[in-house]
């Protein structure tokens, strides 16, 4: 049975959650939360100590969210060849195209933060970012044998961006100018593209 306190965290996040989306940490006031959130402050202080508090766990909770699947199939990638592997992860990358209302703010809120980042923001990434960036530099491992670390983290780095910017401007791209396709058809297609050019860069980087 659920107990109403634990009710009350999870109204207080999701009200947190759409806000952070909508407005960015700082346009989201305390006061917005409790009044979306149908509670007193008192509430909020008790579950999160106060706002960084609340955000942090929404920026966890959305950071989880976006990553959780690379990292649940990390055995299943290491068993595969490092083409395969890298064709799911860019696959699983561009999920987020294809989801709605969560995975949306989730990623609306991460949109705040490149434009204007918060201490709460760059010490979860600190704490929380390893296994994911594990993850990514290992792969990159398998294409650049010989290569040292700086060179397999931004290489690391460089493949997430292939990524990034259009998960992070899907709703700009679909529009027009560009009016980029959102079906899962197109979302494959894309997949596969940049896995190949990926592949075909990676290759001449190694010779």
């Known amino acids: 049975m659920t107990r109403p306190s634990e009710v009350t965290r999870e109204r207080i996040m999701k009200a947190a959650e759409r806000l952070f989306?909508?407005?960015?940490?700082?346009?989201?006031?305390?006061?917005?939360?409790?009044?979306?959130?149908?509670?007193?402050?008192?509430?909020?202080?008790?579950?999160?100590?106060?706002?960084?508090?609340?955000?942090?766990?929404?920026?966890?909770?959305?950071?989880?969210?976006?990553?959780?699947?690379?990292?649940?199939h990390a055995a299943e990638a290491r068993a595969m060849s490092r083409e395969e592997a890298l064709a799911a992860f860019i696959r699983r990358q561009l999920r987020p195209l294809l989801a709605r209302d969560e995975a949306s703010?989730?990623?609306?809120?991460?949109?705040?933060?490149?434009?204007?980042?918060?201490?709460?923001?760059?010490?979860?990434?600190?704490?929380?970012?390893?296994?994911?960036?594990?993850?990514?530099?290992?792969?990159?491992?398998?294409?650049?044998?010989?290569?040292?670390?700086?060179?397999?983290?931004?290489?690391?780095?460089?493949?997430?961006?292939?990524c990034s910017v259009f998960v992070r401007n899907r709703e700009q791209l679909a529009g027009p100018p560009v009016q980029l396709s959102l079906e899962e058809a197109a979302v494959e297609w894309l997949a596969q593209t940049i896995s190949r050019w990926t592949i075909l860069g990676l290759g001449r980087a190694a010779g």
Do not use: C
């Open 21 to 72: 989306a909508e407005r960015g940490y700082d346009g989201t006031s305390v006061r917005a939360i409790v009044a979306r959130a149908r509670v007193n402050q008192a509430a909020i202080n008790y579950h999160f100590e106060g706002k960084d508090g609340l955000y942090r766990e929404v920026l966890r909770a959305a950071f989880q969210g976006l990553t959780e699947h690379q990292l649940a």
């Open 105 to 162: 703010r989730h990623i609306r809120i991460f949109n705040w933060e490149s434009v204007r980042p918060t201490p709460v923001f760059r010490k979860l990434l600190s704490e929380e970012a390893a296994p994911f960036m594990g993850l990514a530099t290992d792969l990159m491992r398998r294409f650049l044998p010989d290569a040292d670390h700086r060179t397999l983290t931004v290489a690391a780095i460089w493949l997430l961006g292939q």
